[in-house]
């Protein structure tokens, strides 16, 4: 049963637990400052498949494995998959999916699907819908930049604010069990647009829905940062990260040290991604290991998972449209 | 509350009720055999927008605002909303739902979008997560046209098997009224794949998903077709649902007169759209005009609404992929 908590948040009061989680990605990712964290690192960027979509697919089918696994369960105790991705008609999740065999929503949250996907399976986990729930979510770098900007052949010149795109994924199987990490609260978000128009920003477009989001949780729950060791943002990089902490220092709220983004984090600098990384699998491989990680061992007992996605096409960008955002909230803990 | 009945339906305890809903169509729509039914008939195709993709999001402004109205609901009063269209990254939802400032649930599930939605409401009032949500979703014959197959400029020669994509949308708000329709179980489908490949024969690589779906629903609540006064189906068509009343009778299934499909009510066979209507909008604006009226009026007392979804995109079938379908089962009723 989740309790309502002020407009947005909703406490979870079965508080579910992460049974398994797993993330999946790339070289690149792998030779970034967490990539020891990743449960699988692929060399090739095909992940043996033929094309980059279906590569995409099985970084997903991996991570659902993976994950499963850890957990200890099998397809047929899986009562629902929640999970989406980037794709035009998300065909990354679909045909990932397609031979589990399980109950399916598909979700398009761009990249805040990884905490849209852990918030739903959340809720229907802890107000008894299903015993046992699956969120899943996925990017790679050369099928973004084909549908978003251009395909890679072109050799575009990429720009100072722009991200890379993380070729990765992960799953978390959400279930009623006992250990940690554990999910306390969800806050779904609402759409924010301060009106960019600029595709190769999308940290600035996010980062208002992201404060947003974070500032209504906090007036919802009656906490600060104070509350929390950590507070991660899913991939607004250096330039939306520094416009969503000017925004909240507006609103009165400062997150001093406690702030880290996954965007930020996923690469070092020296691997020349520009303005850091981005993308569903950006926040949810970040996640699925080095967050959930920490969490499970007691490091940080407390900590908010904010994934922010931009909810435009290259169609509505072709259009004069700005950029919507949203950001949707989910409070891990390592205690019950 | 939500009690599990067998594999993968869910009986909703509270039984919430469809306190508004509200149809919008174009000219096309409001020609066919239930054209009086419709809430709003646009003679311009554009909506008074400027391209297809924002004439697809006026749609679903339209359509929510109606339904609001309807319910006798401010927007302040809703608490989450659920939407998603065919368009690709969902820029037909993302752009309509901006200026609620309502918490937003991204969706993708192809043509299956208004039982998805119109499911995971349910559920949420239900359990008690929310009090008042919506679900909504729409398609547009010529943004639709452009992104699937040709533009339309091309005057490309349509198949006899290709379904015409309806303009339209539908919304539905959702709360513990007492009032009918009520929404009494929900069963999320999973994704089959019999390996259709053909992009112009929708209704057949969809109507696996609805066979297993319905009967997968049989088995759980242990119901029949004598159970109910009529059967729908989203959009399988004339060739589909000929497909998909084969299939269930090679499991021993016989529907009789109960079935029928969306697709094949909105349009007249003169109004040249060979196999039928098509489209998220297709079953959403059929329910939410035709069905929930006469569920209201007490005309029919149960009724099970089907919408089945293809998952695939132009670039997964040029990339010689099958189409996976899914099926979502929403039963609505008469009597709480």
């Known amino acids: ?25 790339s070289k690149k990712e792998g030779e970034g400052p967490i990539g020891s964290e990743f449960d699988i690192v692929s060399e090739d960027a095909y992940f043996g498949e033929k094309t980059w979509e279906k590569a995409e697919s099985r970084i997903q089918k ?6 499963m696994d850890k957990a200890g369960i099998t397809p047929s105790e899986l009562e629902i998959v929640f999970a989406g991705d980037l794709l035009n008609q998300c065909i990354g999740s ?5 031979d589990l065999g399980i109950p399916f929503v598909g979700l398009y949250g761009a990249c805040s699907t990884m905490a849209e996907s852990l918030g739903l399976a959340s809720l229907f986990v802890d107000c008894g819908i299903v015993s046992c729930a699956a969120a899943v ?10 549908q978003f900007r251009f395909p890679l052949e072109y050799g575009g010149v990429r720009t100072p604010t722009s991200q890379w795109t993380v070729t990765g994924g992960g799953a978390a199987i959400v279930t009623n069990g006992e250990s940690p990490p554990f999910v306390k609260r969800v806050c779904i978000g609402k759409i924010n647009d301060l009106g960019i128009t600029d595709i190769n920003n999308m940290g600035a477009a996010m980062a208002p829905a992201a404060a947003d989001t974070l500032s209504q949780y906090f007036e919802d729950t ?10 991660f943002t899913g991939d607004l990089g250096y330039v939306g990260s520094e416009l969503f902490k000017e925004l909240l220092q507006r609103a009165g709220i400062d997150l001093g040290k406690k702030h880290m983004d996954c965007g930020k984090l ?32 007691g490091i940080w007992r407390n900590v908010l998972f904010m994934a922010t996605g931009a909810l435009m096409s290259p169609t509505s960008n072709q259009q004069g449209e700005s950029i919507p955002g949203i950001a949707h909230l989910v409070h891990l803990s390592a205690e019950k």
Chains 1, 2 share one sequence.
């Open 1 to 25: 049963m989740a309790r309502k908590a002020g407009k947005q948040t909703r406490i979870l009061e079965n508080i579910p637990s992460i049974s398994g989680f797993a993330s999946v990605v």
């Open 266 to 297: 996923i690469y070092d600098k020296s691997q020349k991604v520009e303005a850091g990384g981005s993308g569903c699998g950006c926040s949810a491989s970040v996640l699925c290991s080095f967050i959930l990680n920490r969490i499970k061992e």
């Open 62 to 67: 991996d991570a659902i494995n993976k994950a």
């Open 222 to 231: 009656l906490t600060s940062a104070d509350n929390y060791d950590m507070i």
């Open 94 to 98: 679909a045909y990932a999916m397609r």
């Open 137 to 146: 979510t996925s990017s790679h770098f050369c099928s973004a930049e084909r």
